[in-house]
């Protein structure tokens, strides 16, 4: 059974700084790429950073770029979010998914909170 657990989520004020991490179970962590994506009130789900299987390769959408950073450790099976410069607007229950091909796997999420 796949798990994804993530914590590291909490209330920050704006320009502070969080590290969220992703702990994976199940599977072989290495064999599947990683994202984070968050969704705040009233809003769609939306893709915030990714990686590869090896960390190589990440992706950042325009909103977060330079101050989102996505990293793994394959021997720990964990993937984190290092968040700076936090703004009002990061408020939103982060989650991550593993992906390999059809295969989706979600988190329970951990709630973000930027206080202006």
């Known amino acids: 059974q796949v798990q994804l657990v993530e914590s590291g989520g909490g209330l920050v004020q704006a320009g502070g700084s969080l590290r969220l991490s992703c702990a994976a179970s199940g599977r072989t962590f290495s064999n599947y790429a990683m994202g984070w994506f968050r969704q705040a009130p009233g809003k769609e789900r939306e893709l915030v950073a990714a990686?590869?299987?090896?960390?190589?390769?990440?992706y950042y959408p325009d909103s977060v770029k330079g101050r989102f950073t996505i990293s793994r450790d394959n021997a720990k099976n964990t993937v984190y979010l290092q968040m700076n410069s936090l703004k009002p607007e990061d408020t939103a229950v982060y989650s991550c998914?593993?992906?390999?091909?059809?295969?989706?796997?979600w988190g329970q999420g951990t709630q973000v909170i930027v206080s202006s």
């Open positions: 990686i590869t299987r090896s960390g190589g390769i990440t």
């Open positions: 998914k593993m992906t390999r091909g059809p295969a989706n796997y």
